[in-house]
């Protein structure tokens, strides 16, 4: 878990690698560090916590090099020390290198080394990258071949960076951790993400699996393990630079919440035509003889897959959503005819991954949904389906679970279609309510008190948050939320189990978040009056509509009327604004909460 950046140019790369490295942080930020070179030997500089921290030390101006790489570092092997922090660089310190992932075989490549001499500074799996290379150069061996024998050496799920004291040049691979090299005008640029160079370069290529990068200040190569040389496209990134960088608020995520209405246009734009849906990559017929659906996900992502779970079940498909860490432990039955949905915003996350390789391993076909055009989940599962959420910094997911679940209704039309035959009038209307849907969230964001409310729930020792059908899945979502960046106790529950249990914890104490979506309402009201009866505030978010349950609650956000699928959504964005209220008010770490990182890339 971490990010890794490299700038090949003519002029001094600083800058633009600790910019780089700001763009990086939501994939780690509890160290940080940068190695240049300048023909007179390699520089690194590199300091425990998070990117400014390097920079305040950076101001002598001796560090400089027109060739560098940068890390941004979230700790899997020794804690976040200086000592821990990349780049590493080998004995001689003629190699520097950077890493993200995990070497497994490292115990066993380091002890080789040391009982050849070579003594180590960090209790990192990362160094024994440029003790073998500085090896190999030793032995006379040109760079690149020296690069590409330490790599065929390593085990493990890596993306690599590496820099050589008297040569003008990048080295990079890839296995299972992501890796793009943006080609620029004046230099060229490698980054674990595209939002690391945006602003520098919007022409990217993604590397494969064992692809060797050798990239100079105006040329790259990009080779095989074998050497062979491999064309990779240059593509072009349509975000817009902006769009990686937080403007004019406070923290990404409220950016990021703020952003929905646009990002659901563009999750929508073009896939909805009266009645039918257009998704280019999968046209009618596509998933005819698919008799199971399953799906696996993480986190707020398995929130979203729950949602759809939901929804196809309803709709008389055989769906089942699983953790994925679960699913990879206790694998559910499949066969060809399952279609297995990995739901994972980056494309990224291990344990997605490693289920989705599970499920693929015993013959199912997967599917990726996920935000990141070239991850390893888009490229390595059978299909792949893009919610064209755009980039999103904030640790804590929001825009990209709306974007999801439109997706999500999108896909499940498409496969109800083919397995089930033809759309009901519900359906119809369901799209109709799906194309308004942007409009919606921009009637709760304008609108929303939730900044109010959030200021009543200061102090409080729980935080409920319950709901059934889809609402159980943004109960679950509005908690993880609150949880994530608040840092206090918040726990979802389906609303009709609170007296199989939780009832024993509700207190005046523990405010409720009560989402109702005009179905099961009169459930619902019930469970509402058993909470109250217990003291406690209850919240309700529901439908303008729903008087009987705004009359109840002790306070009401309330949402558009829509199609009653889709309110849960809008509910998930006023409990959204709700988390991050609070969390300002307590003056938390909102966009880097701690012990958390954006993409999760070990199991
Ligand atoms: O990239 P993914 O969607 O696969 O990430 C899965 C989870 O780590 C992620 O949804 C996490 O729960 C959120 N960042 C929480 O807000």
Same mark, same amino acid.
């Given at each position: 878990?971490?990010?890794?950046?490299?700038?090949?140019?003519?002029?001094?790369?600083?800058?633009?690698?600790?910019?780089?490295?700001?763009?990086?942080?939501?994939?780690?930020y509890?160290s940080?560090?940068?190695?240049?070179?300048?023909?007179?030997?390699?520089?690194?500089?590199?300091?425990?916590?998070?990117?400014?921290?390097?920079?305040?030390q950076?101001?002598s101006?001796d560090?400089?090099?027109?060739v560098?790489?940068?890390?941004?570092?979230w700790?899997?092997?020794?804690?976040?020390?200086?000592?821990?922090?990349?780049?590493?660089?080998?004995?001689?310190?003629?190699?520097?290198?950077?890493?993200?992932?995990?070497?497994d075989?490292?115990?066993?490549?380091r002890?080789g080394?040391?009982?050849?001499?070579?003594?180590?500074?960090?209790?990192?799996d990362?160094?024994?990258?440029?003790?073998?290379?500085?090896?190999?150069?030793?032995?006379?061996?040109?760079?690149?071949?020296?690069?590409?024998?330490?790599?065929?050496?390593?085990?493990?799920?890596?993306?690599?960076?590496?820099?050589?004291?008297?040569?003008?040049?990048?080295?990079?691979?890839?296995?299972?951790?992501?890796?793009?090299?943006?080609?620029?005008?004046?230099?060229?640029?490698?980054a674990?993400?595209? @939002?690391?160079? $945006?602003?520098? +370069?919007?022409?990217?290529?993604?590397?494969? =699996? *064992?692809? /060797?990068?050798?990239?100079? &200040?105006?040329d790259?190569?990009?080779?095989?393990?074998?050497?062979?040389?491999?064309?990779?496209?240059?593509?072009?990134?349509?975000?817009?630079?902006?769009?990686?960088?937080?403007?004019?608020?406070?923290?990404?995520?409220?950016?990021?919440?703020?952003?929905? @209405?646009?990002? $659901?246009?563009? +999750?929508?734009?073009?896939?909805?035509?009266? =009645? *039918?849906? /257009?998704?280019?990559?999968? &046209?009618?017929?596509?998933?005819?003889g698919?008799?199971?659906?399953?799906?696996?996900?993480?986190?707020?992502?398995?929130?979203?897959?729950?949602?759809?779970?939901?929804?196809?079940?309803?709709?008389?498909?055989?769906?089942?959503?699983?953790?994925?860490?679960?699913?990879?432990a206790?694998p559910?039955?499949v066969?060809?005819?399952?279609?297995?949905?990995?739901?994972?915003?980056?494309?990224?996350?291990?344990?997605?991954?490693?289920?989705l390789?599970?499920?693929?391993?015993?013959?199912?076909?997967?599917?990726?949904?996920?935000n990141?055009?070239?991850?390893?989940?888009?490229?390595?599962?059978d299909?792949?389906?893009?919610?064209?959420?755009?980039?999103?910094?904030?640790?804590?997911?929001?825009?990209?679970?709306s974007?999801?679940?439109?997706?999500l209704?999108?896909?499940?039309?498409?496969?109800?279609?083919?397995?089930?035959?033809?759309?009901?009038?519900?359906?119809?209307?369901?799209?109709?309510?799906?194309?308004?849907?942007?409009?919606?969230?921009e009637?709760?964001?304008?609108?929303?008190?939730?900044?109010?409310?959030?200021?009543r729930?200061?102090?409080?020792?729980?935080?409920?948050?319950?709901?059934?059908?889809?609402?159980?899945?943004?109960?679950?979502?509005?908690?993880?939320?609150?949880?994530?960046i608040?840092y206090?106790?918040?726990?979802?529950?389906?609303?009709g189990?609170?007296?199989?249990?939780?009832l024993?914890?509700?207190?005046?104490?523990?405010?409720?978040?009560?989402?109702?979506?005009?179905?099961?309402?009169?459930?619902?009201e019930?469970?509402?009056?058993?909470?109250?009866?217990?003291?406690?505030p209850?919240i309700?978010?529901?439908?303008?509509?729903d008087?009987?349950?705004?009359d109840?609650?002790?306070?009401?956000?309330?949402?558009p009327?829509?199609?009653?699928?889709l309110?849960?959504i809008?509910?998930?964005?006023?409990?959204?604004?709700?988390?991050?209220?609070?969390?300002?008010?307590?003056?938390?770490?909102?966009?880097?909460?701690r012990?958390l990182?954006?993409?999760?890339?070990?199991?």
């Amino acid at each position: 878990m971490c990010g890794i950046t490299a700038r090949v140019g003519t002029d001094d790369s600083l800058d633009a690698l600790l910019a780089s490295l700001k763009n990086l942080e939501y994939r780690g930020y509890d160290s940080a560090g940068i190695a240049v070179q300048n023909g007179t030997g390699i520089k690194v500089s590199k300091h425990e916590g998070e990117v400014a921290q390097l920079e305040s030390q950076l101001t002598s101006g001796d560090v400089f090099g027109e060739v560098g790489i940068g890390h941004t570092r979230w700790s899997t092997h020794g804690p976040p020390t200086n000592e821990n922090a990349h780049p590493h660089t080998g004995c001689q310190g003629r190699v520097a290198a950077v890493h993200n992932g995990i070497i497994d075989n490292y115990t066993t490549l380091r002890e080789g080394l040391q009982s050849r001499g070579h003594e180590f500074t960090s209790d990192t799996d990362t160094e024994v990258i440029p003790h073998l290379v500085e090896e190999r150069l030793a032995d006379g061996m040109a760079p690149e071949a020296a690069f590409r024998e330490t790599v065929a050496q390593l085990d493990g799920s890596y993306a690599i960076a590496i820099i050589i004291d008297d040569d003008p040049t990048v080295y990079a691979t890839r296995n299972g951790s992501p890796l793009v090299i943006g080609v620029g005008e004046t230099a060229n640029y490698l980054a674990s993400d595209v @939002p690391a160079f $945006l602003e520098f +370069t919007d022409q990217v290529i993604y590397l494969e =699996d *064992d692809d /060797i990068a050798v990239i100079t &200040p105006d040329d790259y190569r990009i080779s095989d393990g074998n050497g062979s040389w491999v064309p990779r496209p240059v593509e072009t990134v349509d975000w817009d630079p902006e769009d990686a960088e937080k403007g004019k608020y406070d923290h990404y995520m409220l950016k990021e919440i703020h952003e929905q @209405p646009t990002s $659901l246009r563009q +999750t929508l734009h073009g896939r909805i035509d009266g =009645d *039918d849906v /257009i998704l280019e990559e999968f &046209p009618p017929g596509t998933f005819e003889g698919i008799t199971r659906v399953q799906f696996v996900a993480c986190g707020t992502s398995y929130h979203a897959a729950m949602y759809g779970e939901g929804l196809l079940s309803e709709w008389g498909v055989d769906a089942n959503s699983f953790i994925a860490s679960e699913y990879a432990a206790y694998p559910a039955p499949v066969d060809e005819n399952t279609l297995v949905i990995g739901v994972t915003q980056s494309g990224e996350t291990a344990d997605t991954l490693e289920a989705l390789q599970r499920a693929r391993d015993r013959g199912a076909r997967t599917l990726a949904l996920t935000n990141v055009i070239g991850s390893t989940a888009a490229r390595t599962c059978d299909d792949a389906l893009f919610i064209r959420a755009g980039p999103e910094i904030g640790v804590a997911a929001t825009k990209t679970f709306s974007s999801q679940v439109a997706t999500l209704v999108l896909l499940g039309e498409r496969l109800v279609r083919d397995v089930t035959g033809e759309p009901t009038d519900e359906h119809s209307q369901r799209l109709a309510a799906l194309e308004s849907l942007p409009g919606d969230v921009e009637t709760v964001i304008e609108n929303s008190q939730a900044a109010a409310v959030s200021r009543r729930c200061l102090g409080d020792t729980g935080h409920f948050f319950v709901g059934r059908g889809s609402a159980y899945s943004v109960a679950l979502e509005g908690a993880l939320k609150f949880k994530e960046i608040t840092y206090e106790h918040a726990e979802g529950f389906a609303a009709g189990e609170l007296k199989h249990g939780p009832l024993a914890l509700v207190t005046p104490e523990t405010p409720i978040f009560a989402i109702g979506t005009g179905r099961h309402q009169n459930r619902l009201e019930s469970n509402v009056r058993e909470i109250q009866t217990r003291g406690a505030p209850v919240i309700a978010v529901a439908p303008r509509t729903d008087s009987e349950l705004a009359d109840t609650a002790d306070e009401f956000l309330p949402v558009p009327a829509t199609h009653s699928a889709l309110v849960a959504i809008l509910a998930n964005v006023q409990l959204q604004l709700v988390a991050y209220h609070a969390a300002n008010e307590m003056d938390r770490s909102i966009d880097k909460p701690r012990n958390l990182a954006k993409s999760v890339t070990v199991e």
